[in-house]
């Protein structure tokens, strides 16, 4: 994922179909892409979705094999 210069409270938010909260990672500033560990997840549909300053700004799709 890649993401535009942060200068706010930032997060990235993963869940899946239900809207069950599965990760949450603070963004620092200036961050053009992070790294995800899966592992916890089972296979299948998942959201990410990044929130600046408490407003959902982008959200995206990802399959988990």
Not at 46 to 51: D, E, G, T
């Amino acid at each position: 994922f890649f993401a535009m210069v942060l200068l706010s409270i930032s997060f990235l938010i993963v869940y899946d179909l239900y809207g069950k909260r599965w990760i949450e990672v603070p963004l620092q500033k200036n961050e053009g892409s992070i790294h995800l560990n899966t592992t916890s997840l089972s296979a299948g549909v998942y959201f990410y979705c990044l929130i600046v300053n408490g407003q959902r700004a982008a959200t995206k799709q990802v399959v988990v094999d």
